[in-house]
C-alpha cells in the first residue's frame, strides 16, 4: 500500500550549519586580535632577524636582478668598478680612502657608499645656497641610488624580495580574477624558489629551513591552538598557555611535518640506486626489467608528494587540535586529501579570497596610519629625519634609505618605530595563515569524518582523544564531585 503525498513545511534552514565554508572568512578578523599579532610579530622578528645577521656575516653574491637572475659575475663587477672609482675620487675624504694595497677589484659597494656618505656630510656643511644644496642632495641620492641598483645583493635580502614580488603577484591575479597569476605566483612561491636559493647558497637553505621549521612549529602551534580553541569551543586562551602547549608538543609537531619528507627522499634513493644499474654493461638488461619498479615506487613518491604538499597547512592544525603523534597527523591530512580533494579546493579558494580581503583591510589601514602620522608629525618641526618617514604608496611597503646628512640616532628611531609596524602587516599574514588552516582542518576533517567542530582535545584528556568544552567540563564537575 502506497503511502499519501505529504506536505511538510519548512519554517527556516540553518544556512550556518548547511554552508560551512563562509566560516574562513572569520580569520579575517580573528587574526587582528593582539595576542595573535604579538606572536606573529615575534615570528617575523626572529626570521628577519637570522636573515640580516646572514647576510652581514658573508659576502654578498646575488645579481641585482634578484635570486632568480642567478651570481653576481665578473663582467658585473668590472661594469661597476668606474661608477665605484668616480664616486670615491668626487666625495671620499683624503683620510678614508682605501691604502694602496688594497687593489680596486677588491673594493665593495657597501664599503664605498659608507665611505662617500661620510665625505658628504663633510662637503654639504660648505654650501649655503639651498638651491645649490638640493640640487647636489638630488645628485648624491641618484648616485647611491644607482650603485645600489647595480651592487650585489644578499642572499637572504634577495629572497624576500621574491617572496614579497611572488605574494603581491598572487593578490594582484585575486582581484583581476586571473587563476592564471594565481596559480604561477604560488608555483613561483613554492617551487621556483626553493631551487632558486638552493642553487645559490645551499648552506643557507638547510639553516633558514631549519629556523622556519623550528619557528613555524612553536609559533604556529601556539596560534593554531588559539584559533582551535577559540573555534571549536569559543574559548579565548591566553598567549603563555598556548606557547606551554607549542612548546610541550613540539617534538610531535615537529617530527609530523618533516618526516614524509625523510619517506620522500628515501623513496628517491631508491629509485636512484635502480637506476644506477644502468651503468654496469651487463646489469642495465636487470635495470631495464626493474623499471617498472622504480615507475611503482615513483608512483609512491608522487603519492607522498603530493599529499604532503596540498595537506601540509593541516599537520600542524592537527597536533594543535587533537594532540596526536606525528603519524595520525600525516595519516588524517593525506586521507582528507584523497577522499575530498574538491571539498578542500573550494575551503583552499575561500581561505586565499579571505586572506586577499584581510590584507587589502590591514594594508590600507597601515598605509593610512604611517602616512598620516609622518604628515602630522613633521607639520610643525620640519626635521630632515622625517624625511624617509612615511609618504608609502598604497600597499608597497618598502622603506626608503635615510639621507646620509640627517643625525643618525633620531633617524634610527624613527625607522625602527616604521620597521615595527610594517613588520605588522607580515605578523598579521602568519597569524591569518595559522588561523584559517586550523579552521580548514575542522571543517573538512567534519565533511569526511562526520565529527563536530568542536570536538578537539582538551586539556586532562589522554593525548589523541576529542571531546567538547563542555562535555569536559561537566566531566570535570563530575571528578570532583566524586
Same mark, same amino acid.
Given at each position: 500500500m502506497t503511502e499519501p503525498n505529504r506536505r511538510i513545511i519548512i519554517?527556516?534552514?540553518?544556512?550556518?550549519?548547511?554552508?560551512?565554508?563562509?566560516?574562513?572568512?572569520?580569520?579575517?578578523?580573528a587574526a587582528f586580535q593582539p595576542a595573535r599579532l604579538l606572536i606573529g610579530l615575534l615570528m617575523v622578528t626572529a626570521v628577519m632577524t637570522f636573515g640580516r645577521a646572514w647576510d652581514g656575516l658573508t659576502e654578498p653574491t646575488v645579481h641585482p636582478g634578484g635570486l632568480?637572475?642567478?651570481r653576481w659575475t665578473e663582467a658585473d663587477r668590472q661594469a661597476l668598478q668606474p661608477v665605484l672609482l668616480s664616486a670615491m675620487d668626487k666625495y671620499a675624504l683624503p683620510d678614508d680612502r682605501f691604502p694602496e694595497e688594497v687593489t680596486e677589484e677588491s673594493?665593495?659597494?657597501?664599503?664605498?657608499?659608507?665611505?662617500?656618505?661620510?665625505?658628504?656630510?663633510?662637503?654639504?656643511?660648505d654650501v649655503t645656497e639651498p638651491e645649490q644644496?638640493?640640487?647636489?642632495?638630488r645628485e648624491f641620492r641618484e648616485l647611491v641610488a644607482m650603485i645600489e641598483r647595480r651592487a650585489p645583493m644578499?642572499?637572504?635580502?634577495?629572497?624576500?624580495?621574491?617572496?614579497?614580488?611572488?605574494?603581491?603577484?598572487?593578490?594582484?591575479?585575486?582581484?583581476?580574477?586571473?587563476?592564471?597569476?594565481?596559480?604561477?605566483?604560488?608555483?613561483?612561491?613554492a617551487v621556483l624558489f626553493p631551487r632558486a636559493l638552493w642553487n645559490q647558497d645551499r648552506v643557507l637553505t638547510i639553516a633558514l629551513g631549519l629556523v622556519l621549521l623550528l619557528v613555524y612549529v612553536v609559533g604556529g602551534g601556539a596560534l593554531c591552538r588559539m584559533a582551535a580553541c577559540q573555534f571549536a569551543g569559543r574559548v579565548r586562551l591566553r598567549m603563555s598557555d598556548a606557547i606551554d602547549f607549542a612548546l610541550v608538543n613540539?617534538?610531535?609537531?615537529? %617530527? !609530523? #611535518? =618533516?618526516?614524509? /619528507?625523510?619517506? *620522500? $627522499?628515501? %623513496? !628517491? #634513493? =631508491?629509485?636512484? /640506486?635502480?637506476? *644506477? $644499474?644502468m651503468i654496469v654493461p651487463i646489469l642495465d638488461v636487470l635495470g631495464g626489467l626493474l623499471y617498472g619498479v622504480a615507475l611503482l615506487v615513483g608512483f609512491v613518491l608522487a603519492f607522498v608528494l603530493v599529499g604532503y604538499a596540498a595537506g601540509f597547512a593541516m599537520i600542524l592544525p592537527a597536533v594543535a587540535c587533537e594532540k596526536c603523534d606525528w603519524m595520525d597527523a600525516n595519516q588524517k591530512?593525506?586521507?582528507?586529501?584523497?577522499?575530498?580533494?574538491?571539498?578542500?579546493?573550494?575551503?583552499?579558494?575561500?581561505?586565499?579570497?579571505?586572506?586577499?580581503?584581510?590584507?587589502?583591510?590591514?594594508?590600507?589601514?597601515?598605509?593610512?596610519?604611517?602616512?598620516?602620522?609622518?604628515?602630522?608629525?613633521?607639520?610643525?618641526?620640519?626635521?630632515?629625519?622625517?624625511?624617509?618617514?612615511?609618504?608609502?604608496?598604497?600597499?608597497?611597503?618598502?622603506?626608503?634609505?635615510?639621507?646620509?646628512w640627517v643625525p643618525g640616532l633620531v633617524s634610527g628611531l624613527?625607522?625602527?618605530?616604521?620597521?615595527?609596524?610594517?613588520?605588522?602587516?607580515?605578523?598579521?599574514?602568519?597569524?591569518?595563515?595559522?588561523?584559517?588552516?586550523?579552521?580548514?582542518?575542522?571543517?573538512?576533517?567534519?565533511?569526511?569524518?562526520?565529527?563536530e567542530i568542536g570536538e578537539i582535545w582538551w586539556p586532562g584528556m589522554i593525548p589523541g582523544t576529542i571531546g567538547t568544552v563542555r562535555n569536559r567540563t561537566e566531566e570535570l564537575s563530575r571528578e570532583e564531585t566524586t
Open positions: 519554517d527556516g534552514v540553518a544556512f550556518s550549519q548547511v554552508v560551512q565554508f563562509p566560516k574562513l572568512l572569520g580569520s579575517c578578523t632568480l637572475a642567478g673594493w665593495q659597494p657597501v664599503q664605498v657608499i659608507a665611505i662617500i656618505e661620510k665625505g658628504y656630510r663633510e662637503i654639504r656643511k644644496l638640493e640640487q647636489d642632495d644578499g642572499t637572504f635580502d634577495a629572497s624576500v624580495k621574491l617572496v614579497g614580488e611572488r605574494f603581491q603577484r598572487m593578490i594582484d591575479g585575486v582581484l583581476a580574477l586571473s587563476i592564471k597569476d594565481v596559480l604561477a605566483g604560488a608555483q613561483d612561491f613540539w617534538i610531535r609537531s615537529m %617530527l !609530523a #611535518l =618533516i618526516l614524509p /619528507l625523510g619517506l *620522500a $627522499l628515501f %623513496l !628517491a #634513493l =631508491i629509485i636512484v /640506486l635502480l637506476g *644506477a $644499474l591530512a593525506f586521507a582528507f586529501v584523497y577522499q575530498r580533494p574538491l571539498h578542500l579546493l573550494g575551503y583552499a579558494a575561500t581561505a586565499l579570497i579571505g586572506l586577499v580581503l584581510g590584507y587589502l583591510v590591514f594594508g590600507l589601514f597601515t598605509t593610512l596610519m604611517l602616512n598620516m602620522t609622518a604628515s602630522l608629525f613633521g607639520m610643525i618641526s620640519g626635521h630632515p629625519a622625517l624625511n624617509s618617514a612615511g609618504d608609502f604608496p598604497w600597499f608597497n611597503f618598502e622603506l626608503r634609505r635615510v639621507d646620509p624613527i625607522m625602527f618605530w616604521q620597521t615595527l609596524v610594517v613588520s605588522l602587516v607580515g605578523a598579521y599574514i602568519v597569524s591569518f595563515v595559522c588561523d584559517v588552516s586550523t579552521r580548514l582542518y575542522l571543517l573538512i576533517r567534519r565533511a569526511c569524518d562526520d565529527q
